[in-house]
């Protein structure tokens, strides 16, 4: 079975541009949550989402925007680019909530370079 | 504010030694924690987790001690192999948190031949 996929893997943008990543999940997973990863940082929680609606917010700007899709797969938005986004952008999923038992996996992400 | 973060953030062990990497927690209201392994390039690698209503818990290789009393989390390896070389951190979930998970700064373990 395929794991969490993310797209692209690496792009470069300019600062100002707009970016949209993209993930799915594995297959049967409802949940998906978006993290950023900074250089020789642990990942940061930035969305989650469940069955289409938010159900988190981590301590990020309004320039950051996700949604789900009807068939669980999800894009992360980062308008107005600041070169202190360049970061990996990591997308988990599960089945549903960790609360009731279900464990979280990571995909390999997309590599974001702001110049 | 409430933190996981880790004891040391370098281990290096010989191959075959067992390895252990230790973690502090500080949210007392976390029930589930995890340990992801990331190597080089690539997204964090689930490992074993557990829940707070038990104690340790085993997979192949990697036994995971959580020590509730002083907010105490390790991730023990035996018998370390070159493939082990990664950065590990370990995560919480808080009660309620839904899928956010907290990460820690991470340790990383070099694998010495």
């Known amino acids: 079975d395929a794991g969490v996929t993310q797209s692209p893997t690496h792009l470069i943008k300019t600062r100002g541009q707009h970016v949209t990543l993209r993930c799915s999940p594995i297959?049967?997973?409802?949940?998906v949550s978006w993290y950023q990863q900074v250089l020789g940082q642990g990942p940061q929680f930035i969305f989650q989402?469940?069955?289409?609606?938010?159900?988190g917010r981590g301590n990020f700007p309004d320039r950051f925007s996700a949604r789900q899709f009807p068939n669980y797969s999800s894009e992360l938005n980062v308008n107005a680019l600041l070169l202190g986004d360049s970061a990996l952008y990591l997308c988990?999923?599960?089945?549903?909530?960790?609360?009731?038992?279900?464990?979280?996996?990571f995909g390999e992400g997309s590599w974001l370079t702001v110049v | 504010g409430e933190s996981v973060g880790l004891h040391l953030p370098t281990l290096s062990v010989q191959e075959g030694d067992n390895s252990i990497i230790n973690c502090a927690y500080s949210?007392?209201?976390?029930?589930?924690f995890i340990w992801y392994k990331q190597e080089s390039g690539k997204g964090p690698q689930f490992i074993i987790d557990?829940?707070?209503?038990?104690d340790k818990r085993q997979g192949q290789r990697v036994t995971v001690l959580l020590n509730k009393t002083v907010k105490h989390l390790s991730l023990q390896i035996a018998a370390t192999q070159p493939g082990d070389s990664a950065v590990y951190f370990c995560?919480?979930?808080?009660?309620?948190?839904?899928?956010?998970?907290?990460f820690g700064t991470g340790t990383k373990l070099q694998v010495i031949p």
């Open positions: 988990a999923s599960s089945l549903g909530f960790v609360s009731s038992g279900n464990t979280i996996y």
């Open positions: 297959s049967g997973h409802k949940s």
């Open positions: 989402y469940y069955e289409k609606e938010e159900r």
């Open positions: 949210n007392s209201a976390s029930d589930y």
């Open positions: 557990i829940r707070s209503n038990m």
């Open positions: 995560a919480e979930n808080p009660r309620g948190g839904y899928q956010k998970v907290t």
